[in-house]
């Protein structure tokens, strides 16, 4: 078993990588800057590139089979105002691309991180979070995210789609709570080392193929 990791250098990323690691599966990491992954492991192999640029993505990809994107429209900070730093279609643009590569490239799981309060788990948030969502920059992160998600819905891929609530980052393990259609509710919050557990261990696991889960800690 091979991965394609990308957002590895993010926080989630980080964590996915060491459970990986841990678990001796063989990881390919796209990032822009190779310097942030500071491992020098055996089962990791890492391409500089931008996952929004098809070429660069059929070049890291090389014998994988599977797809993890923990790819985001990010912010300079975690203040909702604050300046967008990458494309605010690059979750988008990198789903198109990987639905292209598929289509030339064995690829059998395509795993993807979205948000609670996408689509039509927007009406289940907060109003106080949705009113964050309108008038700050969240809205664009919100809005690729959504529009990836119809992308992947409308592919032929074994895909599963995960939608967070707020992360943390506690190193304790937490036990996952899945939510559809707001039942069980939701809590507010997951911690990253949590849902990379979660993660790795539904790779191969047909019981999510198709499948769109809200995750928080139980």
Not at 42 to 57: H, M, N, R, W
Not at 133 to 138: A, C, H, Y
Request: with cysteine.
């Amino acid at each position: 078993m091979k991965i394609l990791l990308l957002g590895a250098t993010g926080g989630l990323g980080k964590e996915i990588l060491l459970y990986a690691i841990k678990n001796k599966i063989n990881i390919n990491c796209l990032v822009r800057d190779p310097k942030k992954i500071n491992n020098q492991s055996p089962y990791i192999k890492v391409f500089k590139g931008d996952a929004t640029s098809y070429k660069d993505l059929i070049y890291a990809l090389e014998d994988s089979s599977i797809v993890i994107s923990t790819l985001n429209v990010c912010r300079r900070n975690i203040i909702p105002w604050s300046k967008i730093t990458n494309s605010k279609t690059t979750i988008s643009d990198f789903t198109n691309n990987i639905l292209k590569i598929s289509k030339e490239k064995q690829i059998n799981r395509f795993i993807s991180i979205s948000a609670w309060g996408a689509n039509e788990t927007k009406k289940d948030i907060p109003f106080w979070f949705k009113y964050l969502i309108k008038f700050s920059n969240l809205k664009y992160p919100y809005k690729d995210h959504e529009k990836h998600e119809e992308i992947i819905k409308n592919s032929n891929l074994n895909w599963t789609i995960l939608r967070p609530v707020a992360f943390i980052n506690t190193k304790k393990l937490m036990k996952i709570k899945e939510s559809y259609k707001n039942h069980p509710k939701p809590s507010l919050i997951i911690n990253r080392k949590s849902l990379a557990y979660f993660i790795i261990n539904i790779i191969n696991d047909e019981n999510y193929y198709k499948l769109m889960p809200v995750v928080s800690k139980d």
